[in-house]
């Protein structure tokens, strides 16, 4: 009889094998190390990271646990049920709820994705430090929240989205199976931020010309998957190019502090990138003079799926383009009465140029009337009159093309983990 401890480590070994395969690839990448995971719990998220495309649909947020800790919202904000829906330990933002709002996002509607809970931090004694071996000279940086706040300040407008915004609909359009927090349209928030910006802050900390990678590490608790595999802090590596550009220490948001949910008191803000590049309560930023990984640039954020190299895509970096009705689902319109529809699109790549709208399956389409200004990395107000005829189920559809002269398109390519969805939506309505 083969006992349990031989076999496992036969699937191991096998499994071993797999690693040194894939980690050999990253090495000629770059000279790659696991940051912060051990090489056993490495070995387990690349077995299941392999194992992922043949797992049934998991719709419903990925039951995530604080270290020693019980499963709860982990939400401060109140969170009424006209504007959100509860994912787990997540909220999504009701689309309907936005059309009382603004250009810019409330926080009272602003989605959350949280891998734990919201930590209550105490801005007096929190404080950043700055560390690693792409600094000049030795010894960590340390900057309070006073220093942040000394250095000039930067205020930019921009959404965070979560790459998997939209993931839902690869399953009830496109029949795809995919795993994570089946979100609809609502992971998304455009907000102003107000901080400094992370560039000013590396060059005061002696960034050096042989960085690479910065690494910011978030102080919310550590987070360990459903099969208790603990991954540490959540943290995902940015290129020094775009930790240079135009990342933001945020400490403001809408020009009040930031609020507990969204990172209080300083957040990193990546504009147009995955929500998960927008680390917040950041507590440290390594800067290295090699490429760094984290399980957010390994096994999640990439394309995995048939269409994909075994190691997935490269890591994800810009979100991409989208279209939202300010509508309920299965909203009730009365017929013969002219409607004016609202909605939202928004563009990772470029300015939103132009936004189409179809009641009739795609045979007609009508140009929306954009509101806003459009720019690239924030959202463009739209409506348009609609008057229907005739009562029964209908399905509205809005397509919007950028400045890279990309247009939503019908279907997106499957990937495992059902990131960045970007084709039409079909929002069923009926017709009273
Ligand atoms: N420290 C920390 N930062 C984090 C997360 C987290 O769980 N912990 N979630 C990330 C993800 S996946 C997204 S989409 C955004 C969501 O930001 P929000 O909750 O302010 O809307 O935060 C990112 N930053
Ligand atoms: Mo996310």
Partial sequence: ????????EASEEASEEEYDRRRHAQWCAGEARADGVARRDMLRLLAAAGAAATLPPVLGAPRAQAAG????????????????????????????????TGFHTPASHFFVRNHTA???????????????????????????????????????????????????????????????????LGAIGNARWRGVRLSEVLRRAGVSRHAVDVLPSGLDAE?????????????????????????????EMNGAPLPADHGYPVRVLVPA????????????????????????????YRLFGDQYPPE??????????????????????????THHLTGRSWSAAGAITRVDISADEGRTWHRAHLKDTPHRATWT????????????????????????????????????????????????????
């Fill in 1 to 8: 009889m083969i006992s349990r401890e031989t076999s496992e």
């Fill in 69 to 100: 800790g019980a499963v709860a919202a982990g939400i401060v904000k109140p969170l009424p049920a006209d504007r959100f829906t509860i994912r787990g330990t997540n909220a999504e933002t009701k689309f309907e709820a936005l059309a009382q």
């Fill in 118 to 184: 919201t930590p209550r931090l105490d801005a007096k004694t929190w404080s950043l430090k700055i560390w690693g071996d792409g600094l000049r000279g030795a010894g960590t940086r340390e900057f309070t929240l006073a220093d942040l706040k000394r250095l000039p300040s930067t205020t930019r407008t921009a959404f965070v989205e979560c790459a998997g915004n939209g993931r839902s609909f690869f399953t009830t359009q496109q029949g795809g199976e995919v795993s994570g927090t089946a979100w609809t």
């Fill in 223 to 251: 987070y360990v998957t459903d099969d208790g595999t603990n991954l540490g802090r959540v943290r995902r590596p940015l290129p020094l190019s775009k930790a240079m550009d135009d990342v933001i220490l945020a400490y």
């Fill in 273 to 300: 990138w995955v929500g998960i590049a927008s680390i917040k309560w950041v507590g440290d930023i390594e800067v290295s003079s090699t490429p760094l990984y984290s399980p957010w640039n390994t096994r999640f």
């Fill in 312 to 337: 997935g895509s490269a890591p994800l970096t810009r979100q991409t383009l989208k279209s939202a009705f300010e509508l309920p689902w299965n909203a009730s319109l009365p017929a013969a009465t």
């Fill in 381 to 432: 107000r739209w409506t348009t009159p609609w008057r229907p005829n005739t009562p029964g189920p209908t399905t509205l559809l809005a397509r919007a093309t950028d400045t890279t002269n990309h247009t939503q398109p019908e279907t997106t390519a499957h990937n495992t983990q059902g990131y960045l969805f970007d084709a039409v939506v079909r929002h069923a309505v009926r017709v009273v």
